[in-house]
């Protein structure tokens, strides 16, 4: 078998064995490492302990985007979309060195410390892993694109991605400030080399009612 067949062999063997987990922290099969790489696009999602809330009202949600403020750069990570939900939170990453694991590790161990102190809470926060997985083609980058948009819209928190205000969405379309540690050259140029024409675009693909994916 060839490397690059060996490469792909592991990472779908990876996400196989992670959905075997059993109950957070609790016990579970022994798992193959995660295939990590630079310059890599990922979509990674990380989900509460014990199906609880994670970021229940809007203070939650503003320190989770103070810790991406911290935690992207020293990692050398950019962040092209993001959703934060209840229970859970899901970011489009590139990365710029094979460092996905270790930066992941301290951006929710960051936040963690910060939610257990505001509430007095001891213990784990997250789920024992986070979830990735690569963004390799436009067509995953647009899908990706539009699946983060959309989630609050389909879990019945808001009629229009517009209406959630802890998403990138408002800030890719040009209707919201753009967070410093938010990038949306790549996302934009998929879609219009103008900038305009390119959020015009994003709206139109975005909120068409007939998605249905």
């Known amino acids: 078998m060839s490397d690059t067949g060996c490469n792909k062999t592991v990472a779908i063997c990876s996400q196989r064995v992670d959905s075997c987990c059993i109950g957070g922290y609790g016990r579970h099969v022994a798992r193959a490492p995660r ?51 209840g229970t859970h939170y899901h970011l489009l990453l590139r990365t710029t060195r094979a460092n996905l694991g270790s930066a992941m590790k301290r951006l929710n161990w960051l936040y963690a410390w910060r939610f257990n102190r505001l509430f007095g809470f001891k213990g ?27 989630n609050p819209v389909r879990a019945g928190l808001c009629g229009s991605p517009l209406a959630w205000p802890w998403s990138s ?29 390119a959020r015009a675009a994003i709206r139109r693909f975005v909120e068409a009612p007939t998605v249905t994916d």
């Open 35 to 85: 295939v990590q790489q630079a310059e890599l696009l990922y979509h990674v999602t990380s989900r509460a302990a014990r199906a609880s809330f994670l970021f229940p009202t809007a203070l939650e949600r503003e320190i989770f985007e103070e810790v991406l403020m911290i935690a992207l750069p020293r990692a050398e990570m950019e962040c092209h979309a993001y959703c934060v939900m």
């Open 124 to 150: 784990h926060a997250f789920e024992s892993r986070y979830w990735s997985t690569p963004v390799e083609s436009p067509e995953q980058l647009v899908a990706t694109i539009r699946y983060l948009a959309l």
């Open 169 to 197: 969405y408002a800030a890719t379309v040009g209707l919201a400030d753009q967070p410093v540690f938010l990038t949306l050259d790549r996302v934009l140029q998929q879609f219009d080399r103008q900038p305009q024409r």
